[in-house]
Structure formats: structure tokens, C-alpha cells
């Protein structure tokens, strides 16, 4: 009785079914068009902003341009003074912020419970952190680095200023790579008498791999764009930095300065932009590729 | 309820092919067995039929080696399982069955103190195996979890090579040299008979091997540490019948080398391998032990309501 009822009713939805109409797709065809339009405005813009630098530096790019010292303020000769500085800055904000950044990732997601007090206090606080203006930074940076430990102006309190900014992404993206490693890897090593630290550098790190290349690569692209705090710790001396304690101008602010302060800078303005891009994707290269090969290589998924 | 197995538990006997008695009739040695190829012998699915008790030799020689006192687990203030004491013997199978939830696995995480992973995770009582007590602060846990292995229901082979999956604990352990552990994992690789299976690719992704072998692995894994005792929580329950049905024959081959604990929700394969049940029931969220006994008398002869309900089937 009960299964010719079930039998009856499924002839009713099917009948139902078939007659549906074109109208009655018209919600899907919406959503559709909607999540394609959405990721074509987002490319779009991308392109356009990509297309926009391109068009206008690649003139003026050439070996001297990349090699040579800035004269006339920018508007004449290279940047090879600066390329030089970007690079040591980065080198030094990673140096410092990547060990601290995994370290602290590890605390966070394999030392502390989630729901401890402890862990949902730095937590809260590195998301603060993330949030705090750059110029905050700056100021800070100029406190702490360049006039209380007597920096001064240099790469290094630069460096150090913008390890600052970048530890809490790398800290969070890092976390997140290590808590989306299946838990079952944690029991099966600890049920066959692993200790836990060979447990994190045999198993864990590799497998969270992804997550700090997230993290490298944001942080990298937070550290690079820098700009605010840059001036109130490296300064913006133009010429070829002698050491890490010497003052060094970042591309972004000679991009800034160009296109703010020069008239008739923008032209290299844009070609500092176009190189600016150029070592935000190589830097990402490089970093992920270290980072697989380092500790991913070991990893084997299916 | 009896909280121990009586001291010679011969009113249930095993089925004639279950478990053979000890040549000298000396206790089994159930420790540190070379790990050289699993008696073909010892389990021969078709020996022994589901069937009215039999009279055969007595089930293992009842040495008792994991005896559990008044265990109690609570996961923050939610008590998960309460008063369980329980006399498991060295070398024999013993099968934790009852409904889920009734806390079968929560005491096979006990064993290893693999509970002391799980946030908000209490435990009470004594356990002890064969002369440690292994709740005790001065346990060596990563001994202990050496000594007892376990196998979980999801194969869970580490994201590396087949082979790898073998080393890697076992270079935790100690085994530096390379032709060593290679001799090792070929041997439980044999072990489980997967060796003919992945001989030319040990290189491969564990993880690239069907759930069947993958679950074999993860028995080879445990087996390379040469545990005393291995504990098995339902490890045919994400697996195929026929996958399943070859776990199932290498656990009776482990009988009287390991003492073997393996908890399952198929009362035919607990039926089948066998020599002890212990049969758990949930009242009110807390997992208690109703009774337990040689796997005859559980199956054939169920004494408690309950049990005589949930093994007929009109139970769980």
C-alpha cells in the first residue's frame, strides 16, 4: 500500500519534470552568467591595469635603464641602484620573517588547541596586525628600528620594518596550510611511536607546503608594494647602497617620488612600475619553486 | 557481571581450524615474531562454518597480558565510556562488537594512549600490558605506541612511497642501516602478501594503491616495528567484501604471534576470527561493557538480554 503510494508519487514529479520549460532553467542561466561575469570584470581589470604599464614602460626599458644610476632625480639614466635596494630589503624582511612566520605557524596549529586562550589570543592579535595601516608601521619601524636600536636610515630597519608587516599573513596563511594537512597523518605517525617533532619536519611541513607558498607569495607582494613605511625606515637616497646599514631607496618609492614629486617623471615611472612587476612574479617563482623543491618534494599524492 | 575472563575459559572451544594450541602447551610467546611470512594454516576461511559450539581445542592458552581496571573516558565533561574491565589474553583475537557510539574505539585508543592526542580527552582507571602499567606519567609513550601498533578504520598511508611508508617510522626507530630496512620491508610487504603486488613499484604513491592495499600497507607498516600487540579499529569497513575478506584472513594469520584486538561491526567477521567478544552497549551516552567471554559463548550462548538481542540481530 505504502510502496504504491511511494510508486505513484514519483510518477507525479517525473510528469512535473517533464514539463518544464525554459523559464523554469532561467535561475541557473542567471547564476551562470552572473559567476562569468564577475571573473571577467576581475580579469578584465587585471589586464587592463597590466596592459596599461606594459604600453607605457617598455619604451623606455633597456640594459641601461636597468643597470644605470638615476640622474635628473629619475627622469634620466636607470635604476640599477634601486633594483639593487628592493632586493636587499626583501632579502632581508624574508630572512627574517619566514623562519619566525613557520615557527609561530607551527605553535599555533600544532602546539595549541585551537581553542585555547593562548592561541585565540595571537591569533586575534596577528589579525589585528594584518589590518594596521602601513604608515602605522612606518612610524613604528622609525621608533623602534632606526632611532631606539640606532639603525638609523638603513636597509636593515627597513627590512625589519616590513618583516613586521608581513609575519601575520605569512603566520595565517602558513596556519592554515598546516591545519588543512589531514588529521589522519598526525594519528597514524603518532599511533606508530613518531615524536612529534619528527612528525613536523618529515610529514606535516612538507604537506603544508602550499599553505606557506600562499604565504610567500602574499607576503612577498605586501613586502614589494611597500611604500609608506619604506620612507620613514630605508629612506630614499637614490645611489647604490654600500651595505645593509646604508640607506636605500625601494622601487615603489621611487615610483612614488616619479610620479608625485618629479615633473616629467612618469615615463620611467611606468618603466619602474613594468620592472617593479617584473620581480614581484620572479621572486613568486623562485619562492614557490625553493619551497616544493625544499620540502614538497618528499610529499607523493596520488 | 564478571569483570574477568575466568582463569581457564574453556566453556566455549573454538572452532577446530581457529586457534591451535601450543605445541608444548606453554603460554605463546606473542612478542617481537620475526616477521617472516604468516602461516597460511592457521586460517583457512573455509575450516571453520558459523555453526553450534563445538568441541575442539581450548581457545589459546588463557594468559592474561592486557587487563584493563575500571576504565573510564570522558571527552570534556561528556563521560564516553565508564566502568569497563576487561582481561584480554596474549595471542588470542579478541572482537569488541556493539553499536557505534558505544565507545569500542574510545577503548582501543586507550591502549596506545593515542587518547592523550585528543583535546579535553580524560581517562581513568588502570591498564596494564603484560608488566606495564601504561598509564603510568613514567610510560615511555612512543615505546609503548611502538609495541602496540594500531590500524584505523580509512587506510591512512602517509602521503610518500610505498616503501617510504615502511622507512620512515622505522628510521624513527632506530633502524639506520639501509639494507636492513630494506630486508624489513620486504619481509612484512610479504607478510601481507602485497609484496608480489608492488615489488616494481615501491617508488609509486602509497596513495595510488587500491583502498584494499592501502590497508595492507598500513598492516605492513605496523608489522615493521615488530609490535607485541596490534589493535584494529573496524579496518574492513571502508574496504570492498573481497578486500575485506583478505584483511580478514591476515588477521587470523597474526593469531598466536600478536595479541590481536580488532573492533568491527560485522558480528559475522568477529564470529568468524574470533577467540574472545567483548560486546559493548551505550545507556545515556556512556559506553559500558555488557559481557564478554570466548566468542562461542558470546554468539551461541549470550547470557544478557542485550547481548542475546544485538547478536539475534533485533538489537543496535
Same mark, same amino acid.
Given at each position: 500500500?505504502?510502496?504504491?503510494?511511494?510508486?505513484?508519487?514519483?510518477?507525479?514529479? @517525473?510528469?512535473?519534470?517533464?514539463?518544464?520549460?525554459?523559464?523554469?532553467?532561467?535561475?541557473?542561466?542567471?547564476?551562470?552568467?552572473?559567476?562569468? *561575469?564577475?571573473?571577467?570584470?576581475?580579469?578584465?581589470?587585471?589586464?587592463?591595469?597590466?596592459?596599461?604599464?606594459?604600453?607605457?614602460?617598455?619604451?623606455?626599458?633597456?640594459?641601461? @635603464?636597468?643597470?644605470?644610476?638615476?640622474?635628473?632625480?629619475?627622469?634620466?639614466?636607470?635604476?640599477?641602484?634601486?633594483?639593487?635596494?628592493?632586493?636587499?630589503?626583501?632579502?632581508?624582511?624574508?630572512?627574517?620573517?619566514?623562519?619566525?612566520?613557520?615557527?609561530?605557524?607551527?605553535?599555533?596549529?600544532?602546539?595549541?588547541?585551537?581553542?585555547?586562550?593562548?592561541?585565540?589570543?595571537?591569533?586575534?592579535?596577528?589579525?589585528?596586525?594584518?589590518?594596521?595601516?602601513?604608515?602605522?608601521?612606518?612610524?613604528?619601524?622609525?621608533?623602534?628600528?632606526?632611532?631606539?636600536?640606532?639603525?638609523?636610515?638603513?636597509?636593515? *630597519?627597513?627590512?625589519?620594518?616590513?618583516?613586521?608587516?608581513?609575519?601575520?599573513?605569512?603566520?595565517?596563511?602558513?596556519?592554515?596550510?598546516?591545519?588543512?594537512?589531514?588529521?589522519?597523518?598526525?594519528?597514524?605517525?603518532?599511533?606508530?611511536?613518531?615524536?612529534?617533532?619528527?612528525?613536523?619536519?618529515?610529514?606535516?611541513?612538507?604537506?603544508?607546503?602550499?599553505?606557506?607558498?600562499?604565504?610567500?607569495?602574499?607576503?612577498?607582494?605586501?613586502?614589494?608594494?611597500?611604500?609608506?613605511?619604506?620612507?620613514?625606515?630605508? +629612506?630614499?637616497?637614490?645611489?647604490?647602497?654600500?651595505?645593509?646599514?646604508?640607506? +636605500?631607496?625601494?622601487?615603489?618609492?621611487?615610483?612614488?617620488?616619479?610620479?608625485?614629486?618629479?615633473?616629467?617623471?612618469?615615463?620611467?615611472?611606468?618603466?619602474?612600475?613594468?620592472?617593479?612587476?617584473?620581480?614581484?612574479?620572479?621572486?613568486?617563482?623562485?619562492?614557490?619553486?625553493?619551497?616544493?623543491?625544499?620540502?614538497?618534494?618528499?610529499?607523493?599524492?596520488? | 557481571?564478571?569483570?574477568?575472563?575466568?582463569?581457564?575459559?574453556?566453556?566455549?572451544?573454538?572452532? /577446530?581450524?581457529?586457534?591451535?594450541?601450543?605445541?608444548?602447551?606453554?603460554?605463546?610467546?606473542?612478542? /617481537?615474531?620475526?616477521?617472516?611470512?604468516?602461516?597460511?594454516?592457521?586460517c583457512?576461511?573455509? /575450516?571453520?562454518?558459523?555453526?553450534?559450539?563445538?568441541?575442539?581445542?581450548?581457545?589459546?592458552?588463557?594468559?592474561?597480558? #592486557?587487563?584493563?581496571?575500571?576504565?573510564?573516558?570522558?571527552?570534556?565533561?561528556?563521560?564516553?565510556?565508564?566502568?569497563?574491565?576487561?582481561?584480554?589474553?596474549?595471542?588470542?583475537i579478541?572482537?569488541?562488537?556493539?553499536?557505534?557510539?558505544?565507545?569500542?574505539?574510545?577503548?582501543?585508543?586507550?591502549?596506545?594512549?593515542?587518547?592523550?592526542?585528543?583535546?579535553?580527552?580524560?581517562?581513568?582507571?588502570?591498564?596494564?600490558?603484560?608488566?606495564?602499567?601504561? =598509564?603510568?606519567?613514567?610510560?615511555?609513550? #612512543?615505546?609503548?605506541?611502538?609495541?602496540?601498533?594500531?590500524?584505523?578504520?580509512?587506510?591512512?598511508?602517509?602521503?610518500?612511497?610505498?616503501?617510504?611508508?615502511?622507512?620512515?617510522?622505522?628510521?624513527?626507530?632506530?633502524?639506520?642501516?639501509?639494507?636492513?630496512?630494506?630486508?624489513?620491508?620486504?619481509?612484512?610487504?610479504?607478510?601481507?602478501?602485497?609484496?608480489?603486488?608492488?615489488?616494481?613499484?615501491?617508488?609509486?604513491?602509497?596513495?595510488?594503491?587500491?583502498?584494499?592495499?592501502?590497508?595492507?600497507?598500513?598492516?605492513?607498516?605496523?608489522?615493521?616495528?615488530?609490535?607485541?600487540?596490534?589493535?584494529f579499529?573496524?579496518p574492513?569497513?571502508?574496504?570492498?567484501?573481497?578486500?575485506?575478506?583478505?584483511i580478514e584472513e591476515l588477521i587470523c594469520g597474526l593469531?598466536? =604471534?600478536?595479541?590481536v584486538?580488532v573492533?568491527?561491526?560485522?558480528?559475522?567477521?568477529?564470529?568468524?576470527i574470533?577467540?574472545?567478544?567483548?560486546?559493548?552497549?551505550?545507556?545515556?551516552?556512556?559506553?559500558?561493557?555488557?559481557?564478554?567471554?570466548?566468542?562461542?559463548?558470546?554468539?551461541?550462548?549470550?547470557?544478557?538480554?542485550?547481548?542475546?538481542?544485538?547478536?539475534?540481530?533485533?538489537?543496535?
Open positions: 500500500m505504502v510502496k504504491e503510494k511511494a510508486v505513484k508519487s514519483q510518477a507525479v514529479q @517525473f510528469k512535473t519534470s517533464e514539463k518544464r520549460s525554459i523559464w523554469s532553467h532561467l535561475p541557473e542561466i542567471i547564476a551562470t552568467c552572473a559567476a562569468w *561575469s564577475a571573473a571577467l570584470v576581475v580579469t578584465g581589470v587585471f589586464v587592463w591595469i597590466l596592459a596599461d604599464v606594459v604600453r607605457h614602460g617598455i619604451g623606455a626599458i633597456s640594459w641601461t @635603464f636597468l643597470t644605470a644610476a638615476p640622474r635628473n632625480a629619475g627622469r634620466e639614466g636607470g635604476i640599477g641602484p634601486i633594483i639593487v635596494s628592493t632586493i636587499l630589503i626583501l632579502a632581508v624582511c624574508m630572512a627574517v620573517s619566514v623562519p619566525l612566520g613557520v615557527g609561530t605557524a607551527v605553535l599555533l596549529s600544532e602546539y595549541t588547541s585551537p581553542a585555547s586562550r593562548f592561541g585565540r589570543f595571537v591569533r586575534r592579535s596577528l589579525d589585528v596586525l594584518a589590518g594596521v595601516p602601513s604608515i602605522v608601521f612606518g612610524l613604528f619601524g622609525n621608533a623602534v628600528f632606526c632611532i631606539y636600536l640606532g639603525l638609523g636610515f638603513s636597509i636593515l *630597519s627597513g627590512g625589519l620594518t616590513l618583516s613586521c608587516m608581513v609575519l601575520p599573513i605569512l603566520i595565517r596563511a602558513t596556519e592554515e596550510g598546516f591545519r588543512s594537512v589531514p588529521n589522519d597523518y598526525r594519528m597514524s605517525a603518532a599511533a606508530l611511536g613518531m615524536s612529534r617533532t619528527s612528525t613536523l619536519l618529515q610529514l606535516l611541513l612538507p604537506a603544508a607546503v602550499p599553505g606557506v607558498i600562499v604565504g610567500l607569495v602574499l607576503g612577498i607582494g605586501r613586502a614589494l608594494a611597500e611604500t609608506a613605511a619604506l620612507i620613514f625606515t630605508s +629612506g630614499y637616497v637614490d645611489r647604490m647602497p654600500g651595505s645593509l646599514a646604508d640607506s +636605500g631607496r625601494s622601487l615603489s618609492v621611487h615610483i612614488f617620488d616619479l610620479s608625485m614629486n618629479v615633473a616629467g617623471g612618469d615615463r620611467h615611472a611606468y618603466a619602474s612600475a613594468l620592472v617593479l612587476i617584473m620581480i614581484l612574479v620572479a621572486t613568486n617563482a623562485i619562492a614557490s619553486w625553493t619551497a616544493n623543491r625544499w620540502l614538497g618534494k618528499r610529499i607523493l599524492t596520488a | 557481571m564478571n569483570s574477568r575472563l575466568p582463569p581457564n575459559s574453556n566453556s566455549g572451544k573454538c572452532d /577446530a581450524g581457529k586457534c591451535a594450541p601450543p605445541p608444548d602447551g606453554s603460554a605463546i610467546d606473542g612478542s /617481537a615474531i620475526d616477521g617472516s611470512a604468516i602461516d597460511d594454516g592457521v583457512n576461511s573455509g /575450516a571453520y562454518t558459523v555453526g553450534p559450539m563445538k568441541a575442539g581445542p581450548p581457545c589459546c592458552v588463557p594468559e592474561p597480558w #592486557i587487563q584493563v581496571e575500571k576504565l573510564a573516558v570522558h571527552y570534556g565533561p561528556n563521560r564516553v565510556l565508564g566502568d569497563v574491565s576487561l582481561t584480554i589474553n596474549r595471542g588470542c579478541t572482537a569488541l562488537i556493539g553499536p557505534s557510539g558505544s565507545g569500542k574505539t574510545s577503548f582501543l585508543s586507550c591502549l596506545n594512549r593515542l587518547t592523550d592526542l585528543i583535546p579535553g580527552c580524560r581517562v581513568e582507571g588502570r591498564i596494564s600490558i603484560g608488566p606495564l602499567d601504561i =598509564r603510568s606519567a613514567s610510560t615511555d609513550v #612512543i615505546a609503548l605506541r611502538r609495541s602496540v601498533g594500531m590500524i584505523f578504520q580509512k587506510p591512512n598511508p602517509f602521503p610518500l612511497s610505498v616503501r617510504k611508508n615502511i622507512e620512515l617510522p622505522l628510521k624513527e626507530h632506530g633502524v639506520r642501516n639501509r639494507g636492513e630496512r630494506a630486508e624489513i620491508v620486504e619481509a612484512v610487504l610479504e607478510d601481507v602478501g602485497l609484496w608480489e603486488e608492488v615489488r616494481h613499484r615501491l617508488d609509486t604513491p602509497a596513495q595510488s594503491l587500491s583502498g584494499g592495499q592501502q590497508q595492507r600497507l598500513c598492516i605492513a607498516r605496523a608489522l615493521a616495528l615488530r609490535p607485541e600487540v596490534l589493535l579499529d573496524e574492513c569497513s571502508s574496504l570492498d567484501p573481497i578486500s575485506s575478506g583478505v593469531r598466536n =604471534r600478536y595479541t584486538v573492533v568491527t561491526h560485522n558480528l559475522d567477521q568477529a564470529r568468524r574470533a577467540d574472545h567478544a567483548a560486546f559493548f552497549w551505550t545507556t545515556n551516552g556512556t559506553g559500558h561493557l555488557v559481557e564478554h567471554g570466548s566468542s562461542d559463548r558470546i554468539f551461541d550462548a549470550p547470557q544478557e538480554t542485550l547481548t542475546i538481542a544485538y547478536v539475534g540481530g533485533r538489537a543496535g
